[in-house]
Every structure is written in structure tokens, then in C-alpha cells.
């Protein structure tokens, strides 16, 4: 499978960690993506693939792309035979710029790309897309495309600062510090991280506690469970099996029985790292 990955420059830097280009065959049909603090957009440009996002029982069918902002429970993603896509990594407050309706309705329900650009500019740039010769090329389109259409956002630099501090802690900074030192009511906080991430202060703080704790484990040697419970914070082992459900909807058990798996048949794979095996 053919991963490209690109940084952008300014301005998009401050909001978007890299776009990324994926064609091949993928490691299974399905993936379940455990909940991160990581909104993506994926413009696709071969067969529709298939997400089944929050209690959604069915999958849905996504023709030209998606747009995702920061989930709070694990969604499984259907990819075809092959594929083909453009995708952008978001920090946690960068694909609000982008979007024509408040993050949190998207919140676990992701929309297309046509419903945020709308159809004829979709048409419009997957045209340009595909006119393209090389990844490299294809990934400059993309990105001057992100450029023309940022867009100011009300309460972003706030919300900018104040996640990047939850980052730097893993999620472990208390949440009520940062009001008084923005000098600024909890409400305001929350209805502008509502509007810009999707979640509260909290659910985003909560997010990073469990990713940063599930990304360090090593799933090749023994887990004490309660030591890692401890070590990321959590109030005891219980509460961190509930966490751990309800971001992945597995236990911490089967979710290092399904890594192992992943590892095992696909060593190196461009996907590795977050994305699960659906059986």
C-alpha cells in the first residue's frame, strides 16, 4: 500500500499535523479507529467506502469523502479493493476553519465532503485531483485548496492554547485552571471547544488521557493493567476497563489480542499504529 505523507506550510501548519495520500490494497476490509483527539478529512477518489460512526447499528455509504471531527467512541471504517484517496490530520481545533456548521454536529456523525463544500466544488477538485501526475503534486493541490478556503474562527486562539496545554499533559491538567487564567467562564469554554472540537474541555482531556495511555503500551511484553491504570491517573482498574470500552469497544485485553494480530500478519504496515482489525 502506498502511504505519502506531507507537511504543510504556513498557515495551515498551526492547524493540521500533515495530508497524507493512500492507494493499494488495504490490510482488511475493516477497521475499527479507537477515539482520538485527531478530526480527519479524506477526499476519495476511487470506490465509496463504508463508516459505521457511534451507535450507528448500519454502515453509511461515503461516495466523494468525509469529513470527521473528534469522535468519542471507536467507529469502524470499510475501505474498498482497492483504494484510493487524499486525507488531512487535524489537530483538534484545526478542521473547524473548514467547516460551514459548528464541529459538534459532526461530533460521531460524519458528514461528506459534499455536504461542507458543497457538490460543484467537490466535482471541481477531485477533477484537479486526478489531473495530477504524482502524490506530491495531488498533496499541493489539496493544500493550496485548504488555503483558499480558511476561513477566521471566533474563540480559536483561545481554543488553540488551551488544547495544546491538555496535549502537553496527556490529558492530565485540571480543567478548572483553565478559566481562571483565561479569565473566562466554564460555560464560554465549553460552548467555544463545542463549536471548534466538537467536545468540552473535559471529553477532549479525557481523549488524550486514553490515547496517550493506549499508544505507550507495548503489546509484544506483559501488561499489568493496574499499573497502567495508575501510572495515566484513573481512579482504579475499573474505571479504566470503562474508559477503555467505551473509546474502543473492546476490553483492554481483546484490544491487545487484535493489535498482536495486526502486527503479526501486517509488520510495517502504513496503517499500523491506531487502526484495528474488524473480524
Given amino acids: 500500500m502506498e502511504y505519502v505523507s506531507r507537511v504543510p506550510g504556513s498557515p495551515l501548519d498551526g492547524l493540521i499535523d500533515d495530508l497524507y495520500y493512500l492507494e493499494g490494497a488495504p490490510p482488511y476490509p475493516r477497521l475499527l479507529l479507537p477515539a482520538a483527539p ?24 461515503y461516495a466523494d469523502g468525509c469529513a470527521v471531527t473528534t469522535p468519542t467512541r471507536a467507529w469502524e471504517f470499510g475501505y474498498p479493493t482497492p483504494t484510493r484517496s487524499l486525507g488531512v490530520h487535524f489537530k483538534p481545533w484545526g478542521l473547524a476553519p473548514f467547516l460551514p456548521m459548528p464541529a459538534a454536529e459532526l461530533c460521531d456523525r460524519p458528514a461528506t465532503v459534499e455536504q461542507i463544500w458543497g457538490r460543484p466544488a467537490v ?21 493550496g485548496e485548504l ?19 491538555i ?25 467555544r471547544f463545542k463549536e471548534i472540537i466538537g467536545v468540552t474541555p473535559k471529553r ?18 506483559p501488561i499489568d493493567w493496574g ?8 481512579f482504579d482498574q475499573a474505571h479504566f476497563v470503562r474508559e477503555f470500552r467505551e473509546f474502543t469497544g473492546l476490553t483492554p485485553t481483546r484490544y491487545v489480542e487484535v493489535r498482536q494480530r495486526f502486527l503479526r500478519e501486517h509488520p510495517d504496515h502504513a496503517l499500523d499504529g491506531w487502526p484495528l482489525p474488524v473480524d
Fill in 123 to 143: 466535482a471541481e477538485l477531485r477533477h484537479r485531483l486526478t489531473l495530477a501526475d504524482v502524490p506530491h503534486e495531488m498533496l499541493m493541490v489539496l493544500e
Fill in 227 to 234: 499499573d497502567v491504570a495508575a501510572g495515566a491517573g484513573y
Fill in 167 to 191: 496535549a502537553d499533559t496527556g490529558g492530565a491538567v485540571p480543567i478548572s485552571n483553565f478559566g481562571v487564567a483565561a479569565r473566562v467562564s466554564s460555560t464560554y469554554l465549553a460552548k
Fill in 204 to 221: 477532549l482531556a479525557r481523549s488524550y488521557r486514553f490515547s496517550s495511555t493506549v499508544l505507550a503500551l507495548d503489546v509484544a511484553a
Fill in 38 to 61: 485527531a478530526p480527519l478529512l479524506i477526499v476519495n477518489l476511487g470506490a465509496p467506502f463504508l463508516i459505521r460512526a457511534g451507535t450507528d447499528v448500519d454502515a453509511v455509504e
Fill in 147 to 165: 488555503v483558499r478556503r480558511l476561513r477566521a474562527i471566533n474563540g480559536l486562539d483561545i481554543v488553540r492554547h488551551m488544547s495544546s496545554a
